[in-house]
Nanobody, 115 residues
Framework: VQLVESGGGLVQPGGSLRLSCAAS????????MSWYRQVLGKDRELLAA????????DIATSMKGRITISRDNAKKMVYLQMNSLKPEDTAMYYC?????????WGQGTQVTVSS
């Protein structure tokens, strides 16, 4: 199983970013996919999840209205669209999947929101 995130970077407050996660090594279309983030020194926080077919999503209450999760099963990709970014959104963002009762994470992509 491999999860590779991309799309992070430095963005000004109020800006937007689209994070991508490329998945391989498992039957992507059969798995719920999630995005988490972690601020240094804090616990990892669940942001959003999307069902295997993409028909159902769940967004953290604190993020509703600012983020959207989506997926492309043909490309084995999952995305996180983030809008109206704030300095407190600065964190490492991770893609996550559970395969065979084992939790898998990507290496993360850093998002820094600063002027």
């Amino acid at each position: 199983v491999q999860l590779v995130e991309s799309g992070g970077g430095l963005v000004q407050p109020g800006g937007s970013l689209r994070l991508s996660c490329a998945a391989s090594g498992f039957t992507f279309s059969s798995k719920t996919m999630s995005w988490y983030r972690q601020v240094l020194g804090k616990d990892r926080e669940l942001l959003a999840a999307i069902s295997s077919a993409g028909g159902s999503t769940d967004i953290a209450t604190s993020m509703k209205g600012r983020i959207t999760i989506s997926r492309d099963n043909a490309k084995k990709m999952v995305y996180l669209q983030m809008n109206s970014l704030k300095p407190e959104d600065t964190a490492m963002y991770y893609c996550h999947a559970v395969v065979g009762y084992v939790s898998f994470w990507g290496q993360g992509t850093q998002v820094t929101v600063s002027s």
